[in-house]
T-cell receptor, first 115, second 113 residues
Framework: DAMVIQNPRYQVTQFGKPVTLSCSQT?????MYWYQQKSSQAPKLLFH???????NEADTPDNFQSRRPNTSFCFLDIRSPGLGDAAMYLC?????FGAGGDTQYFGPGTRLTVL | DQQVKQNSPSLSVQEGRISILNCDYT??????FLWYKKYPAEGPTFLIS?????DKNEDGRFTVFLNKSAKHLSLHIVPSQPGDSAVYFC????????????FGTGTRLKVLA
């Protein structure tokens, strides 16, 4: 089945220790998104890639970076995780951005714990 | 302030009855709305959408109603089934320079057998 895969499902890191979350897709979609969802809050879009074009949301902290080495993979790097970065991180894909056909397909998420 | 609000964190409904999940939004420029369903340990999955040129969209047991004057939309599930028990997110996509996606906080629906 075509799908969006996130690894690992659970990640524990230490305060200030860089961490990378991984997302891969077999849908061959052009757009990949990263969302942050804190407990009892709405998923919040951090950034997205349209092909190789990176688009950062205005209020995404500089601590968060992303890489997309190819169509299938996208990584979320947190350079110096703070306690406030503990959250569920959701990866999503869509065929196009911002028009018909932009239905987003989500992975199961990675729950990040910061000690 | 660009917000999508789901004021009911949870809802319980008897199997076979109607479930009504509500969503309010703050910006009349929002013109496209979506509902996602999320089961535990899974990512949200798209359920149904509606454009602001319509006031109703139906897909099987699921109907979304849009009241633009009240800035309110609702998702009706009829009849409700135990398998519908999940968290439901309301979301909007709108154009502000570039496209923006905003989600609500979700409503946990429990359908009682």
């Amino acid at each position: 089945d075509a799908m969006v895969i996130q690894n690992p499902r659970y990640q524990v890191t230490q305060f200030g220790k860089p961490v990378t979350l991984s997302c891969s897709q077999t849908l061959n979609h052009n757009v990949m998104y990263w969302y942050q969802q804190k407990s009892s809050q709405a998923p919040k879009l951090l950034f997205h890639y349209y092909d190789k074009d990176f688009n950062n949301e205005a209020d995404t902290p500089d601590n968060f970076q992303s890489r997309r080495p190819n169509t299938s993979f996208c990584f979320l790097d947190i350079r110096s995780p703070g306690l406030g970065d503990a959250a569920m991180y959701l990866c999503a894909t869509s065929k196009v951005f911002g028009a018909g056909g932009d239905t987003q397909y989500f992975g199961p998420g990675t729950r990040l714990t910061v000690l | 302030d660009q917000q999508v609000k789901q004021n009911s964190p949870s809802l319980s409904v008897q199997e076979g009855r109607i479930s009504i999940l509500n969503c309010d939004y703050t910006n009349s420029m929002f013109d496209y709305f979506l509902w996602y369903k999320k089961y535990p340990a899974e990512g949200p999955t798209f359920l149904i959408s509606i454009s602001s040129i319509k006031d109703k969209n139906e897909d099987g047991r699921f109907t979304v109603f849009l009241n633009k004057s009240a800035k309110h939309l609702s998702l009706h599930i009829v009849p409700s089934q135990p398998g519908d028990s999940a968290v439901y997110f309301c979301a909007t996509r709108f154009l502000s320079g570039t496209y923006k996606y905003i989600f609500g906080t979700g409503t946990r629906l429990k359908v009682l057998a």
